[in-house]
């Protein structure tokens, strides 16, 4: 994570919602489920997946959805999908109550979001690399080791600096992907310190 001053998602059922059943009738699930179940959502290059664990470790109810994924994407797509696969996976586990949420995705991967959490552009993925330039000279600046790639955060922020002004002048936070998915539901910008170093320099 950091703080600055086209859908491609396909299923049988299509990700625009079917199954999902909403808010409501997840609550009347919700009472008559003794314990809490995990939901956990895994964003992968080429599906996500949706899957409800019990505490035990048993698997209740499973959803996934083919993605198409190139050097941008559609984060606003993700969320979408994450709600109606979701749908599925807990309709097939009965409806229980969810306790948790774990969500996991690829990294090195970045959505550009402006100071009202607003997403500003197409993310950013692992696949784009047109930023060598802006990689040349920032590896030059530190002595040619190799530090600066077109897939660095930072080259990717001078990029957008000199192709698209209006749209970084406007830019306040870049999350990774999960941690965007996390922020959509939480409204909690946050990020773990492994997936994180990448945009904060750490290694």
Partial sequence: MVKIGGRGMISSRGLDGAGWKGTSE???GAASAPDGVALCVDLGASS???AVFARDGEGLGAASALQRLG???DAEAWFEGREA???EALAAAGWPR??????AAFTRS???LDATGAVLRPAMTFRDARAVEEAARIDARLGGQGAGTPCSPLARLDWSRRH????FARLALVLQPKDFLNFRLTGVAAADPASNA???GAT
């Fill in 110 to 112: 970045e959505v550009h």
């Fill in 164 to 167: 698209e002004p209006a749209v």
């Fill in 98 to 103: 969810v306790a948790s949420v774990a969500i």
């Fill in 48 to 50: 996500m997946r949706v």
């Fill in 71 to 73: 050097a941008e994407a």
């Fill in 85 to 87: 696969l979701a749908g």
């Fill in 26 to 28: 997840m609550a009347q």
């Fill in 198 to 200: 990448p945009l904060v």
